[in-house]
């Protein structure tokens, strides 16, 4: 009962960031348009977002949780929350909130796909997080952001329903950007959020 407690906030805060990165998968990043100065090929248009630049959010709070609570609970808090997110869904379409789930949410294949890749994606970043937790203490955070996220983008991008074409290498390297950029900017907040979230006995870290 107690592990169940604590894992409350984890799934919930894991949960957010699926939403949000799915709420904000159609909102455009006109800033970024820019990249088709330096290379044609990093054009982001068609197939970049704000999804894709809040989605690194997921590592953080697993590395937030794998300090906390260490790998075995943080990754039935990830195996959680894609219960809750299945369940979900699944509810929606049987009240009838989701009328089609390829037209609403996403074709069965990307969706796959996606889930795959995420999963692949937590499951580097939990065990990576737990082998390099200790002194210095951003090491772990900052590698696990790093490496999760890019698992993520080289499995999803790579996926057998892609084209792999010249542009691909573009929108891995755009993406691995992201996912340094994310994992360098988080140990800041990390930082300050140290004294608050301290490992509890037994879990270890620094």
Not at 19 to 35: C, K, T
Not at 186 to 202: D, E, K, M, S, W
């Amino acid at each position: 009962m107690t592990a169940l407690v604590r894992l409350i906030l984890p799934v919930i805060a894991l949960c957010a960031v699926f939403l949000l990165s799915f709420h904000l998968r159609d909102v455009p990043v006109p800033e970024l348009h820019a990249l088709r100065d330096i290379d044609p090929l990093l054009d982001p248009s068609g197939w970049i977002n704000w999804s894709f630049l809040v989605f690194p959010l997921l590592f953080f709070v697993l590395n937030l949780s794998s300090r906390r609570y260490g790998a075995a609970l943080t990754l039935t808090a990830a195996l959680l929350t894609w219960i809750a997110l299945g369940g979900g869904i699944f509810w929606a379409m049987r009240e009838g909130f989701i009328a089609d789930f390829e037209q609403e949410i996403a074709p069965y294949a990307v969706a796959a796909s996606f889930a795959g890749a995420v999963a692949v994606a937590q499951l580097v970043n939990i065990l990576l997080f737990d082998w390099l937790r200790g002194i210095p203490w951003w090491k772990a955070p900052f590698f696990a952001a790093f490496v999760g996220g890019l698992v993520f983008a080289v499995v999803f991008n790579t996926r057998p329903a892609m084209v792999w074409d010249a542009e691909l290498g573009g929108r891995i390297a755009v993406e691995a950007a992201i996912h340094f950029t994310w994992a360098l900017g988080q140990l800041l907040p990390t930082a300050l959020l140290r004294r608050t979230i301290r490992p509890l006995p037994g879990f270890g870290g620094a």
